[in-house]
């Protein structure tokens, strides 16, 4: 069976409006990040910004065209040849380098998940808004061809109405209780690493839940191993998402009708395939594999601030809100409660 493309979903992010972008930190998320900017949009890597110069200068060496390297934050964001800042740190430090970047007048693209909890994404949300200035979430899937291929043959009815949504994002980490994904001090942990990718991708379909239940165990470093969390939306549809950092599966989700299915057998979070099939058992296959997909939401931003909007229709302020609280829920019943918290 040939599967159809179904590329053409979304627009291509070649067309979208040239950007300067200034990188703020420099780990490997915002590596694949650059590379996307520099080979797929018209937009390029301007400035990167690290504590550590040193690591700033081989990022821009590695995966930009000539970009500036700053050995300071507060230097990357009052860099005046930056339109955007891409915050790649960690979750701990979204609202503080999110707040640093809206005081310099920069709009701002903020890595998932968009801080530690709702309250500090209502605080980037009310400076943005003061200052004016664009912020979006990444959270790639509300962009890429795919996603917006399902979106639309379901508003069709294709599949019926959609009655559940499973799907699990787990992948398996080294055990290392000073990094990133296990220490609570840089608000690790599975759900706002990577448990957010099929949650949202729920939220994204279904919208906000009536009802959030969450079951599951912590790390010996007290962040989330690995969770289920089941959403439920009244007497119409029920969500069950998995997420861990002790195993490894496909990162497969399936979307169910009344009429029919979607399955995405693998990686659904990147540019995809998948599968329909219908209450007659008929199937068929697309494709919508690109490397990445980033690109899809660097070139989001593009269309926005050159439209001088504050927000993106696909990643509102309220759906991030909104996000984030299914997250701060499922991390309430499950006992993660960050530094500071």
């Known amino acids: ?21 200034g990188i703020l930190g420099p780990g490997s998320i915002a590596r694949s990040f650059a590379e996307a900017v520099r080979t797929s949009t018209r937009g390029r890597v301007t400035a990167v910004g690290s504590r550590d110069v040193g690591r700033a200068q081989d990022l821009a060496e590695r995966h930009t065209d000539d970009a500036r390297a700053h050995g300071s934050y507060e230097d990357l964001v009052g860099d005046p040849d930056v339109d955007v800042v891409y915050v790649a740190t960690p979750h701990s430090h979204h609202r503080e380098h999110a707040l640093l970047a809206i005081a310099a007048g920069k709009h701002v693209l903020v890595e998932k998940a968009f801080t530690r909890n709702a309250a500090e994404a209502r605080d980037v949300l009310d400076a943005a808004r003061a200052a004016g200035v664009f912020v979006m979430e990444a959270l790639k899937t509300r962009h890429l061809p795919h996603v917006a291929a399902i979106r639309t043959m379901i508003a069709r009815g294709e599949i019926g109405d959609v009655v559940s949504v499973t799907g699990s994002y787990e992948a398996a980490f080294p055990h290392d209780p000073s990094s990133r994904i296990f220490d609570p001090a840089l ?34 470093t007290g962040v989330d191993a690995q969770a289920n969390v089941a959403l439920r939306y009244g007497t119409r549809a029920v969500a069950s998402l998995t997420t861990s950092v002790l195993a490894r599966t496909p990162v497969s989700l399936t979307i169910g009708g009344t009429g029919g299915f979607v399955h995405l057998p693998s990686h659904f979070s990147a540019p995809a395939g998948f599968v329909v099939e219908w209450a007659d058992g008929a199937r068929k296959e697309f494709d919508g594999f690109v490397p990445d997909g980033k690109q899809y939401e660097a070139a989001e931003v593009a269309r926005c601030v050159a439209e001088g909007r504050t927000e993106s229709d696909r990643m509102t302020w309220q759906d991030t809100l909104d996000l984030m609280a299914v997250l701060d829920a499922a991390r309430a019943q499950l006992g993660v409660v960050y530094p500071g918290e």
């Open 1 to 21: 069976m040939t599967a159809v493309s179904v590329l053409d979903a979304a627009p291509d992010p070649m067309f979208a409006p040239a950007i300067r972008w």
């Open 187 to 220: 608000a690790g942990g599975a759900l706002l690493d990577i448990g957010v990718y099929p949650i949202g991708f729920a939220m994204d379909l279904l919208g906000v839940p009536d009802d959030v239940r969450a079951t599951g165990f912590l790390t010996a």
